[in-house]
């Protein structure tokens, strides 16, 4: 007998986390290797073949201990660890190999590679935790080159559409992830509740964009030959010269693999291509910089949504409209119909579900033909930890992402103690409120320093009140709102009417807001009103970091700032910040200051969700990119007056100056500078407003502390959150949290997030279906080893998919019992089954998580 060995098999079963109080029952991850001898018959001779496969278990644990109906309650307020230490690890197996060794807590990055897992495996104290919510893209410079005699093919948007075809998605996400990836078309996240509504349109994409290098190469060559170009020796020339295509290509994770191999296949058409391979530090200033300049035309971008989404119309607005206020986006050209389209969704301006479901379906193939960048695939990957660690994750986010990482990570065994993350980069890019680092790395820094007004349920990405205590929610009748969760009040209105008194737009001049009176000649009204209601004893309990108690002023800086950064008659005045105030002008219809103490605010709009939850405006002092108090923003707009340094890139780079940074750099000076003269001339910016909620000697407190504060700390970021910021080292790639000991929540006020509740689908049925016979599907549905409660199950639908792979039916499923669905195909669609393999595939949609669940069965249809 002869044996051999194959590749190894990676099988993902399930990676849940339950965290709860008293007794409890606790879904623990591992990952195992098992080895097994078969037997097979191969070319007429038997042989053993040994099988290894990794495997991610779970076990459910049951801890038996006194089970209490509420929290009990704790002897500490704020973070339950004393210090998190961030350190920078770019190399994902480096960091799985420090894990190991116990030099580092947590891995806040996902690992995909064969090896990395494999190293879990091997190392016997590492737990895992499946991140559903990061995806990977191709992004192109979409702009036309400033020196005419350098052409970059990727301004054509034919081309940038081509490597739709050109990359072969199922080969990445089997072959590159190994299997924890799926294929990706389009901007619909799958960790979200759109994936299961658009299930049809999704599919249906994905078979039009299916791979076919042959097509991808003939429209490349017909548009390159269309823009001037020549093949010469199998190269691609202009202007007498090679076209060098320049790959930013990320080295951290698989996007190493995913790069070169998209540059193997852009190779294959006849580009010669420059591989430039290096960190997200080394290559941010790079692509993020000047897109005419053409310094780079293509680059291997990542997203990591940090919630789970509920709605996500607001995709296409972001992903491919130049209302983003970065460089690159500032190239985008979208077609006029596609940005009425986009900005429809991002203001959910429709009637009703149907309509906003005939806009998806209009635009998903627009954003395919425009293609600012080419989705990849769709990561279901693990985040490793410490098994001495306990951690709250997000199904979407993972532990990076997760809105409240910091008020639950601690060690199983201790309060208190010390805790290092490693991430694959740490200051990514400088930190200020309106243009900063968007980097997740940053940001995960930020929301352990950060404690906004509503966090995202972590299973279900509706909003829960965190510094908010409730909300009222008015939405214009017939429009389709639902209401989930007790926090909030929804109801119905025939008209909503803008009080004269809500201030609607501002004067930069005179530096005042407009009333409705002032600016509406008759009366306006809105599709909804929310009022969100802070705790009476708000101004006593929450401080920024520097010590300053919150105030009225930090939310009305909020109100006033997009307003006047991009009024062209403000000293701040910043052109890269019109598009955004152009978007939210399109919709925001008023906000009024109802009560200051306690502090309740209602704002008119015209884009409510479809949740109530996530349709309430908090106005909480989160700017676009990080929180901000008034006073620290104030010494940024007068060093931004002064022409010393400016908020966002594009204005640093027209004039030649430092982008704003709290954290280092020269930044620092000027901020320094500017917090003496505010001191001295007990400077309130936007006085004529902000003076009547700001005294001068508040303002010179404020001053002072943020002073003291700068001197102890060597930075100016501010939040108002469990930990705060101790020590940046951006050199190094380090940064220290400090628990913040003023912090009013008890450090167990987020324990009582449990497993998410994600179904297990499974399809029962004859494997043979005769032609022109009726044909009847069981599908079962389980959750936690039981049946799916029906009441608990939002809908189960079906695709499906001919012997060619084209679709051919959508239809719902019938409910027969808990955890029981049953699919008839009748005698009219089998008829239209050629004879051959198909495919039946289940999605089931649960109001208990916005992931949807998916399953398949393949039958053989005869005559």
Not at 5 to 10: G, N
Not at 341 to 367: G, H, V
Request: glycine letters at 6%; charged letters at 25%; a negative charge.
């Amino acid at each position: 007998m002869l044996k051999k060995s194959i590749p190894l098999m990676f099988v993902l079963l399930a990676s849940l986390v339950l965290v709860a109080c008293g007794g409890k029952t606790v879904e623990v991850t591992r990952i195992v290797t098992e080895t097994e001898t078969v037997t097979e018959t191969a070319e007429g001779e038997t042989i053993e073949v040994e099988v290894t496969r990794v495997v991610v278990e779970t076990e459910t644990v049951t801890e038996i201990v006194e089970v209490a109906p509420e929290p009990e309650p704790v002897d500490r307020n704020g973070g339950w660890l004393d210090t998190i230490i961030f350190i920078e690890e770019p190399n994902s197996d480096a960091g799985i190999a420090r894990l190991a060794a116990g030099d580092i807590d947590i891995y806040a990055d996902d690992i995909g590679s064969q090896a990395a897992v494999q190293a879990i495996a091997d190392a016997g104290n590492i737990n895992t935790r499946t991140q559903y919510g990061l995806y990977d893209e191709i992004f192109f410079n979409n702009g036309a080159c400033a020196d005419e005699t350098v052409l970059n093919p990727f301004k054509n948007q034919k081309i940038r559409e081509a490597l739709n075809w050109a990359i072969d998605r199922d080969y990445v996400a089997d072959e590159l992830y190994g299997g924890l990836a799926v294929p990706k078309v389009t901007t619909i996240a799958e960790a979200g509740a759109d994936r299961g509504k658009f299930a049809p349109e999704i599919r249906a994409l994905e078979a039009y964009y299916a791979y076919d290098f042959d097509k991808a190469k003939d429209i490349v060559t017909t548009e390159m030959e269309g823009m001037g170009a020549t093949m010469e020796d199998g190269v691609w020339t202009f202007n007498d010269e090679p076209i060098n295509l320049i790959f930013l290509i990320r080295i951290e994770d698989t996007r190493l693999e995913i790069g070169n191999y998209v540059a193997n296949q852009l190779e294959e058409m006849g580009f010669v291509v420059e591989r430039v391979e290096r960190t997200s530090g080394e290559l941010g200033p790079i692509w993020f910089g000047e897109p005419t300049e053409c310094e780079w035309n293509l680059y291997t971008g990542a997203w990591s949504q940090t919630g789970v989404a509920r709605d996500n119309g607001s995709n296409f607005d972001f992903f491919y409209t130049p209302s983003v206020p970065w460089l690159p986006w500032s190239v985008f050209e979208p077609s006029e119909e596609f940005s009425e389209l986009s900005r429809r969704l991002l203001n959910n301006d429709f009637a009703d579900t149907e309509e906003r479901a005939e806009l998806f379906r209009q635009i998903l193939p627009m954003a395919g033909e425009l293609s600012t960048r080419v989705w990849v695939t769709s990561r279901t990957t693990l985040v490793p930890f410490s098994d001495k660690v306990s951690a709250t994750t997000d199904l979407a986010g993972g532990i990076s992402g997760a809105a409240i990482w910091a008020k639950n990570v601690r060690f199983t065994d201790e309060v208190g103690g010390s805790m290092t993350i490693a991430l694959p980069s740490v200051f990514t890019e400088p930190w200020n409120p309106i243009d900063g680092s968007n980097w997740v790395f940053d940001m995960m820094v930020q929301r352990g320093v950060g404690d906004p007004a509503f966090y995202s349920d972590p299973n279900t990405g509706l909003a829960i009140p965190n510094r908010a205590e409730r909300a009222e929610v008015v939405v214009e009748t017939g429009f389709p709102m639902a209401k989930t969760l007790d926090w909030v009040e929804l109801s119905t209105a025939d008209e909503i009417v803008v009080p004269d008194d809500a201030w609607v737009d501002w004067d930069a001049e005179n530096q005042v807001f407009l009333t409705a009176a002032d600016v509406y000649t008759e009366t306006e009204t809105a599709v909804v009103k929310s009022t969100v209601y802070y705790p009476e004893d708000m101004y006593d309990t929450i401080s920024w970091h520097d010590g300053s108690p919150i105030s009225t002023a930090d939310f009305v800086m909020n109100m006033i700032h997009l307003f006047d950064i991009a009024d062209p008659v403000s000293p701040y005045y910043n052109e890269a910040m019109v598009s955004t105030l152009e978007q939210f002008q399109s919709s925001f219809k008023g906000v009024r200051i109802v009560s200051t103490d306690p502090l309740i605010i209602e704002t008119y709009s015209d884009a409510p969700s479809l949740d109530a939850e996530n349709s309430v405006s908090s106005w909480w002092p989160r700017f676009e990119q990080s929180d901000a108090a008034w006073h620290n923003y104030a010494i940024m707009l007068r060093g931004d007056a002064n022409g010393k340094f400016a908020f966002t890139s594009d204005k640093a780079e027209t004039n030649k100056l430092e982008r704003i940074n709290m954290l280092s750099g020269p930044s620092l000076e000027i901020m320094a500078s500017e917090l003496l003269s505010a001191t001295a001339e007990s400077f309130i910016p936007y006085a004529p407003t902000l003076g009547e909620y700001i005294t001068a000697e508040e303002a010179v407190a404020r001053y002072e502390n943020l002073s003291e504060f700068a001197r102890r700390y060597g930075h100016y970021y501010l939040g108002t959150g469990p930990y705060f910021l101790k020590g940046v080292f951006p050199v190094e790639g380090q940064a220290i949290l400090s628990r913040y000991t003023p912090y009013p929540d008890a450090a167990n006020r987020w324990d009582r997030f449990a497993a998410p509740a994600l179904a297990e689908v499974e399809i029962d049925g004859d494997s043979r279906v005769t032609i022109g016979q009726e044909a009847i599907f069981d599908v079962y549905v389980d959750v936690f080893d039981g049946p799916y409660p029906m009441d608990d199950i939002d809908n189960v639908s079906y695709l499906l998919f001919d012997a060619t792979g084209a679709q051919v039916g959508v239809g719902n499923a019938e409910a027969i019992e808990d955890g029981l669905w049953s699919i008839t195909l009748d005698t009219d669609t089998t008829t239209a089954l050629a004879e051959g393999s198909n495919r039946l595939e289940v999605v089931v949609v649960s109001k208990l998580v916005a992931l949807p669940s998916l399953g398949e069965y393949q039958f053989v249809t005869a005559p």
